[in-house]
């Protein structure tokens, strides 16, 4: 690789680093700082949508600038993924090889597979492009800890060249009772099991087989070593202090019902955060829920089975299933800018100090946003209503409504009530603008991804798809363009309320939205 790379220490002084990776920062080898491992919990008060106030200290500072465990740090930080675990020890129903793994990512082959040194070389690039990225994880394309030598060493090197970015980690689990230590020594602090049962009957109607120690187990057998693997790893990074997340694929009828012991599992056992996944399968992946007719959930159908896990432990439902090469925000694709090719060609500085700097403005932002929603909460104060609507926004991130209705390819989904507005959900959808004009086909998908929705807040809006979303019964609101989303939906919600009052209009519930399949294209 002909690269090179600057590191701009904390003092400003720069080095001039050579892909060799012999890396130094003021002549001492650099630390990885951010998370420390001191400290980690599973209290069932911590969820994604905890905020500062809500949560240990120690836990805040491990989740604060991370966009997946912390569903309001996700509009303002980014994560990015290396694809160098391309091997896997166990197969799932809903995975074909050809693709990335399922469990972390959107069915559609990574650009490209990376020895730990371009790994760790691409890292550093998209660092300096991209303050805001504080996270890189390691999902893929196959299983981190069927390639623990590429997957340590690439840690490795990141730690070492980049000390500020949190290292995570995304594994079905079977070979994590053997890997904890490790975990630990590499300071990777954030760990995300995929564990879809706790029942072998129900785990041989998703995995067909799992390889371990050279020998190859199925059925019955296979699921019963999967789930006792599982879950000795889950309860030995719990008492290491390793912050835990939990994956579970929602695969209806077969393990729908049974998730909500899959969730007292592993809050038992210390999980930080539970993610319930809707499966992906379309048919073109291959895979053999896929062939075999095995649908996944609808909107209605995964956000009421998150509802009921709520109630034992906070969830995350701001997962965007992203690739194994993934790099940006969370719902958005920049891999393409950060091709081996054109790293190469990139003069890259990682400036520690622009990094912070940028860092604190963003905290500024989210300080800002929280302040403007209590005050907008202060006046909903004493109203009673059972009334709950969920709204569908427009972003581009920040926390705010700042996209045009044609240029979005996901809506945020809030739900808003006397209780607040609570962020519930995304939906993918058809890009509506293709170049200049509004695309009617396109249209049709959006209002059926967000049917479900009363109001659909925007920054901009032409007239046909306002007149269309009207006469779907969803309105389109385009007056708080460039507000923060929270206190809008608020003060949507109190109007609605007054008018609802008034007699002006009469309030019902809207129907059921379809969960939009297939892979991810990045814009
Ligand atoms: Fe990546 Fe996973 Fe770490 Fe996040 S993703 S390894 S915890 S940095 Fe996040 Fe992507 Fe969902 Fe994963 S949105 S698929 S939960
Ligand atoms: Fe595919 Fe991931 Fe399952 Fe392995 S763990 S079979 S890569 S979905």
New binding site residues.
């Given amino acids: 690789m002909a690269g090179s790379v600057q590191i701009a220490s904390p003092s400003g002084s720069k080095l001039k680093l050579l892909s060799s990776i012999k890396i130094e920062v003021n002549g001492q080898p650099a630390k990885q700082g951010g998370c420390s491992s001191s400290s980690a919990g599973g209290k069932a008060s911590c969820g994604s949508a905890a905020g500062a106030g809500d949560l240990d200290p120690e836990i805040w500072e491990k989740v604060k600038n991370h966009p997946c465990y912390s569903e309001e740090a996700h509009h303002h930080y980014a994560r990015m993924h290396v694809a160098v675990a391309p091997a896997?020890?166990?197969?799932?129903n809903?995975?074909?090889?050809k693709?990335?793994?399922?469990?972390?990512?959107r069915p559609g082959v990574v650009s490209e597979r990376l020895t730990p040194e371009q790994a760790a070389m691409k890292v550093v690039a998209v660092a300096s492009e991209i303050p805001q990225m504080t996270v890189l994880g390691i999902a893929?394309?196959?299983?981190p800890l069927?390639n623990p030598d590429k997957t340590f060493k690439t840690f490795e090197l990141i730690a070492r060249q980049a000390p500020d970015i949190k290292l995570c980690l995304s594994?079905?689990g079977?070979a994590l009772p053997d890997y904890v230590k490790q975990i630990k020594d590499f300071n990777v602090d954030h760990v995300t099991i995929?564990i879809n049962m706790v029942d072998p009957a129900v785990g041989e109607r998703i995995?067909p087989w799992v390889y371990f120690k050279h020998k190859r187990y199925r059925g019955r057998d296979a699921a019963k070593l999967l789930t006792d693997r599982q879950m000795e790893g889950l309860e030995a990074l719990t008492a290491n202090k390793i912050l835990c997340k939990v994956n579970s694929v929602m695969i209806p009828g077969i393990n729908d019902d049974h998730l909500l012991e899959v969730n007292r599992a592993v809050k038992s056992r210390g999980a930080f955060l539970h993610n319930i996944m809707p499966l992906i399968s379309e048919p073109e992946h291959g895979t053999y829920f896929g062939l075999n007719g095995q649908r996944g959930p609808s909107a209605q159908e995964l956000k009421a089975l998150q509802d009921k896990c709520e109630g034992e432990m906070n969830m995350m439902r701001h997962c965007r299933q992203c690739r194994a090469d993934a790099v940006g925000l969370l719902g958005e694709d920049r891999s393409g800018e950060f091709t081996t090719e054109k790293i190469e060609q990139m003069a890259v500085i990682y400036d520690f100090e622009s990094r912070r700097n940028y860092q604190k403005a963003v905290e500024e932002e989210r300080q800002a946003k929280v302040a403007a929603k209590r005050a907008e909460m202060d006046t909903l104060a004493g109203e009673l209503s059972d009334i709950k609507l969920l709204i569908a926004v427009a972003t581009k991130g920040s926390g705010k409504i700042n996209e045009h209705f044609g240029h979005a390819h996901e809506f945020q989904v809030y739900e808003v009530s006397t209780e607040g507005a609570k962020f519930i959900g995304h939906r993918r959808v058809d890009l509506y603008c293709q170049g200049g004009f509004g695309e009617e086909a396109a249209l049709e998908t959006v209002i059926r991804a967000i049917n479900d929705c009363h109001a659909v807040f925007v920054a901009k809006i032409g007239a046909c798809p306002k007149d269309e979303l009207t006469a779907a019964g969803i309105e389109p609101v385009d007056r708080y363009a460039h507000e923060f989303i929270e206190k809008s939906a608020i003060a949507y919600f109190r109007d609605y309320l007054a008018k609802v009052k008034s007699g002006e209009i009469v309030h019902a519930d809207r129907g059921d939205a379809a969960i939009r399949q297939g892979a991810f294209v990045a814009a």
Avoid: F, K, M
């Fill in positions: 896997c020890n166990i197969q799932c809903y995975c074909n090889r693709y990335d793994c399922s469990n972390e990512s893929g394309p196959g299983d069927a594994t079905n079977l995929t995995y």
